[in-house]
């Protein structure tokens, strides 16, 4: 079992910035990949961004060059730095996590709430 908890959402205004941070413990040798969700109201959940075991990142359109994803192994974290944010990007962001031996992501925090308005 895996244990995800997200931190660092709140409310910013239009161009400014966060940086989400997720806390994994449990039985992180058997993850494959983090990634960041997020769900609009009304919206389906969409993956934002993952990051790899080897540090191989992937985004989604509407954020690249906007969000950066990272991980420090050490402290079994992985981030989410976002730049230039809009007001589209208000959402539930959510922490994920998926097992080796899944095609999935099987493993999910309780989510933070970023809004984008002024």
């Known amino acids: 079992q895996v244990q995800l908890v997200e931190s660092g959402g709140g409310l910013v205004q239009p161009g400014g910035s966060l940086r989400l941070s997720c806390a994994a413990s449990?039985?992180?040798?058997?993850?494959?990949?983090m990634g960041w969700f997020r769900q609009a109201p009304g919206k389906q959940r969409e993956l934002v961004a993952s990051?790899?075991?080897?540090?191989?990142?992937s985004y989604a359109d509407a954020v690249k060059a906007r969000f950066t994803i990272s991980r420090d192994n050490a402290k079994n974290a992985v981030y989410l730095q976002m730049n230039s944010l809009k007001p589209e990007d208000t959402a539930v962001y959510f922490c994920?996590?998926?097992?080796?031996?899944?095609?999935?992501?099987?493993?999910w925090g309780q989510g933070t709430q970023v809004t984008v308005s002024s």
């Open positions: 990051i790899t075991t080897s540090s191989t990142t």
């Open positions: 449990g039985s992180i040798f058997s993850l494959a990949a």
């Open positions: 994920a996590a998926r097992s080796r031996w899944s095609i999935v992501y099987d493993y």
